[in-house]
């Protein structure tokens, strides 16, 4: 007998059918990324272009202010993700409860993620006014001090994420309700029928088999953390001092100041920060699913 071999399936589309594809990514992506490494490699101008090695990437970090947005990046991702992964899934499992106006609260949560970012921290730099804001003088009329929330430098930074909490934690919510309704309703009744609490279905429960959902919002929010730009700069612009400055606007301040070469440096450090923290935790996420 003669063994027969399976034929591979061959694909329906000619390779050619990939190549305006391939054409638009080498266009919008390889082309900027390989003309970022080379350009951090020198000190340039809109004419010029002098090559000096890893002298750009050595200045960085041996610049306090530098180094202070790098250990801020950090901070404010690690903060807002983390805020938004727990409130999203306690809020998720609140709107998939048998509430009254439930609908109207699911539009109430996701709301502040159609408004513009500007004009969020402009609203909310109007709100946190040391003494004009409503904020603190609601808690003066409370008897309670209200603190400069945009003007300590050690409150500044998480000010803003806790803005940047309250806007994007709507996006959470909604990725979890998704992976809420993908659970089986069966799991929960055999766990009553066992005599299951609800805090033990959640953790039991909820909590393992909504992990691909947590998986997408812990990564789109640090993904976003790491890159924030526009509300930092529309509420604090870095301030005060360098309290609240992050890799973005440290990058676009070395660019206003015509430091072309170590402002494109910066970029190549926060694209290699993303894929370093990011590509890790993907690749243990995708492994530990496949051996599950």
Not at 83 to 112: D, E, Q, W
Not at 169 to 198: K, M, N, Q
Request: glycine share 8%; net charge positive; hydrophobic share 50%.
């Amino acid at each position: 007998m003669t063994e027969t071999r399976p034929r591979s399936r061959k694909s329906p589309y000619p390779l050619w059918f990939f190549i305006p594809a391939a054409i638009i990514y080498g266009v919008l992506f390889l082309v900027p990324t390989v003309s970022s490494l080379w350009f951090s490699l020198t000190r340039w101008d809109l004419s010029t272009a002098e090559f000096i090695g890893l002298e750009n990437f050595q200045q960085f970090f041996s610049e306090p202010f530098l180094v202070k947005g790098l250990v801020n990046t950090l901070i404010y991702a690690v903060t807002t993700s983390g805020l938004k992964t727990v409130c999203g899934l306690l809020l998720a499992v609140l709107l998939t409860s048998n509430i009254f106006a439930r609908g109207f609260l699911r539009t109430l949560v996701f709301f502040p993620v159609l408004v513009s970012t500007i004009g969020i921290g402009i609203t909310f730099t109007v709100m946190m006014h040391p003494t004009r804001g409503i904020i603190n003088v609601t808690l003066e009329t409370l008897g309670i001090p209200g603190p400069g929330w945009l003007t300590n430098p050690a409150l500044a930074l998480f000010s803003v994420a806790l803005v940047d909490v309250w806007k994007g934690v709507g996006l959470a919510t909604l990725i979890f309700i998704a992976g809420l309704a993908a659970i089986s309703p069966d799991y929960y009744e055999a766990a009553r029928i066992d005599g299951a609490t609800r805090l033990q279905q959640f953790f039991r429960i909820t909590l393992p088999l909504v992990r691909p959902a947590t998986v997408i919002v812990v990564t789109l929010s640090l993904i976003g953390g790491l890159r924030s730009f526009d509300l930092i700069w529309a509420m604090t612009r870095g301030g005060p001092g360098f309290s609240s400055d992050v890799i973005a606007s440290v990058i676009y301040k070395q660019y206003q100041a015509g430091f072309y070469g170590l402002s494109t440096a910066g970029n190549v450090i926060l694209f290699a920060l993303i894929a370093i923290i990011i590509l890790p935790f993907t690749l243990w996420f995708n492994r530990r699913e496949v051996e599950e």
